[in-house]
């Protein structure tokens, strides 16, 4: 099951932190953010809008869970919630 979320957006002006990769692809770590808490995704598929992704971490805690967000949840984005992409 999908789960929809309200994402944090990056500004007009603040691009994609990309690391080892130089665009959003499928088998890509984009980090997001919800409620201030950064979540890892890893693209499943980037070739619809919304995007899809399954959530791998929560970097910057010890959690497998923030809310109803959870390791291993489907997620919806697009380009605009991605804050930083990585191999």
Same mark, same amino acid.
């Given at each position: 099951?999908?789960? !929809?979320?309200?994402?944090?957006?990056?500004?007009?002006? !603040?691009?994609?932190?990309?690391?080892?990769?130089?665009?959003?692809?499928?088998g890509c770590i984009v980090d997001l953010d919800?409620?201030?808490?950064?979540?890892?995704?890893?693209?499943?598929?980037c070739n619809e809008n919304p995007w899809t992704?399954?959530?791998?971490?929560?970097?910057?805690?010890?959690?497998?869970?923030?809310?109803?967000?959870?390791?291993?949840?489907?997620? !919806?984005?697009?380009?605009?919630?991605?804050?930083?992409?990585?191999?």
């Amino acid at each position: 099951m999908t789960t !929809q979320i309200n994402w944090n957006e990056r500004t007009e002006d !603040q691009p994609i932190v990309f690391d080892s990769v130089n665009e959003v692809a499928e088998g890509c770590i984009v980090d997001l953010d919800y409620e201030g808490v950064t979540i890892s995704a890893k693209v499943t598929n980037c070739n619809e809008n919304p995007w899809t992704g399954e959530i791998t971490s929560f970097p910057d805690s010890n959690t497998t869970e923030h809310g109803k967000l959870k390791v291993g949840s489907t997620i !919806q984005f697009e380009d605009r919630h991605v804050f930083r992409c990585a191999a």
